[in-house]
T-cell receptor, first 114, second 111 residues
Framework: KAGVTQTPRYLIKTRGQQVTLSCSPISGHRSVSWYQQTPGQGLQFLFE???????NKGNFPGRFSGRQFSNSRSEMNVSTLELGDSALYLCASFIRTSGIGEQFFGPGTRLTVL | GENVEQHPSTLSVQEGDSAVIKCTYS??????FPWYKQELGKGPQLIIDIRSNVGEKKDQRIAVTLNKTAKHFSLHITETQPEDSAVYFC??????????FGAGTTVTVRA
């Protein structure tokens, strides 16, 4: 079974631009979560989507948004990029079994904002 | 919300020795505790997990223990090998569809 895929793997943008990242979950998984990873803040939860609906949201400004399509693929958008948005953005495919949520991560998209 | 603390932040061990990483959590409603290993340039990989109704779980050279009363859980790696060098993250989950992560432990196995 193929794992979580994320595209692109690397991005370089300048301040003020916007960016869209894509994530395809493991086949059959209907939930996708997004995390931001930085050296200073560690892994921070952005949001989670299930069946095209945002089910949970972290403490990030409105510049960070996402959506999920009917095939469970998800996109994350960051508008008006700031230098501090430079990070590794991770997508996790989530499956709930016996009341427990197991998450499997993709390789991430490395975003650099200049 | 859930707060997960992880110690130590760095750990250097001699090949063949054991490594132990400890985490504490704040929310007694958390019921699932996965551990992830992240190698350079890759996403975190789930290596072992434990549910709140279990006290210990072992998978070859790695084991995890959970003390619900004290709200702490630990990762044990025995007979460490160079390929165990990575960053390890603990996490806690409490049925709200998101994981709360510890800050990570950088493990270096010296040959």
């Amino acid at each position: 079974k193929a794992g979580v895929t994320q595209t692109p793997r690397y991005l370089i943008k300048t301040r003020g631009q916007q960016v869209t990242l894509s994530c395809s979950p493991i086949s059959g998984h209907r939930s996708v979560s997004w995390y931001q990873q930085t050296p200073g803040q560690g892994l921070q939860f952005l949001f989670e989507y299930f069946s095209e609906t945002q089910r949970n949201k972290g403490n990030f400004p409105g510049r960070f948004s996402g959506r999920q399509f009917s095939n469970s693929r998800s996109e994350m958008n960051v508008s008006t990029l700031e230098l501090g948005d430079s990070a590794l953005y991770l997508c996790a495919s989530f499956i709930r079994t016996s009341g427990i949520g197991e998450q499997f991560f993709g390789p991430g998209t490395r975003l650099t904002v200049l | 919300g859930e707060n997960v603390e992880q110690h130590p932040s760095t750990l250097s061990v001699q090949e063949g020795d054991s490594a132990v990483i400890k985490c504490t959590y704040s929310d007694s409603a958390s019921n699932y505790f996965p551990w992830y290993k992240q190698e350079l340039g890759k996403g975190p990989q789930l290596i072992i997990d434990i549910r709140s109704n279990v006290g210990e779980k072992k998978d070859q050279r790695i084991a995890v223990t959970l003390n619900k009363t004290a709200k702490h859980f630990s990762l044990h790696i025995t007979e460490t090998q160079p390929e165990d060098s990575a960053v390890y993250f603990c996490a806690a989950y409490r049925n709200d569809y998101k994981l709360s992560f510890g800050a990570g432990t950088t493990v270096t196995v010296r040959a």
